[in-house]
């Protein structure tokens, strides 16, 4: 039964997935500190309890660039998702129009933009890496730009993929990883049925549609390993912002100084993550690094902070610390894989119903009064 958002999903898709890809999902780089902090970090952001404050209307929209959200959330792009569930980009993204969110779409999602923007009303956004085939990059951006998408997420922490040690003793990569993965999805038969063979074709939508080729899953993990590109610069990213009509958002900034040079180069916004700990262990969680940011550019451009966040009363602290909007990455990918779209629809009321409770509480009647005012900061000090 899911009760909580936080645990129940992911305990629920750990039993539904074959393990190769519940721990592709799962883990994060080397030994996973950063992945834990996130998580703990913004778990001990404690918030100041205010009372008697006639609570009864509350609004949780907020404006952003030209949407409005009903909640100040967005579905954060995970390459892959359509390995979690059948065609689970679509459903992913039908689940976040109806909720009135966006759904960001991953460069290496398995549907292409071409499946997925059709299925919706709501603009999606799409997110780009840095890749060595500038000639893909261009392509698919102007296949985002003819499919309608508006927001352009730009992720800049992956020139080089960091090492995920879970992966090789899973199946998803290493030793007999083919064999293997064959064996997992013949004990995981739900998952066998309805996305391994239903969900056809596992294929790399975007980038097959370039290449005019079928890409399966060892494609996917030898060109990943070939295409990222170490010797990006801010100067590379000049074409994009000239040929990008909306809003470009540069995702993976961790650092006040790398948010400045995001404003100087015209930025619309700034995703504060750290891939949820899947790139440099050790960095710190966005919690930590959320505030320094939010002082340096707050204003300037739009910040959005993901990494770690598994309930509403997340969101909740995320917008406190300095965040405009908040985005969920792996939280909503296990909802998808336990019961497709409408685990994501449920999983998304739930953080709703937190979020009011965290308001009602707080006494925050509308998103803009989620401040750091809210924040326990004398009590925290002195705990340490
Ligand atoms: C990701 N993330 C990611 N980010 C991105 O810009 N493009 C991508 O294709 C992917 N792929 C991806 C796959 C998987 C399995 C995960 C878990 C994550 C990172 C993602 O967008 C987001 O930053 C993190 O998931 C946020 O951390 P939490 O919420 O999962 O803790």
Redesign the pocket.
Known sequence: MIISASTDYRAAAKRRLPPFLFH??DGGSYAEHT?RR??EDLADIALRQRVLNDMSELDLTTRFFDETLSIPLAL?????TGMYARRGEVQAAKAAESKGIPF?M???SVCPIEEVAPAIERPMWF?L?ILKDRGFMRNVLERAKAAGVTTL?F?VD?PVPGSRYRDAHSGMSGPNAAARRVLQAMTHPHWAWNVGLRGKPHDLGNISTYRGNPTGLADYIGWLGENFDPSISWKELEWIREFWDGPMII??ILDPDDARDAVSFGADGV?V?N????QLDGTPSTARALPAIADAVKGQLKIIA?????TGLDVVRMLALGADCV?????Y?YALAVDGEAGVCNLLDLIEKEMRVAMVLTGARTIDDINADMLVRELKQAAR
């Open positions: 592709y999902l992945l996130n998580v954060s792009p995970v390459g892959l960001t991953s460069t290496v997110q890496y997420i992720t992956m995702k993976g995703v993550s891939h949820g700990g899947r993901d990494s770690g966040v598994r985005m969920l990455g792996r939280a990918i």
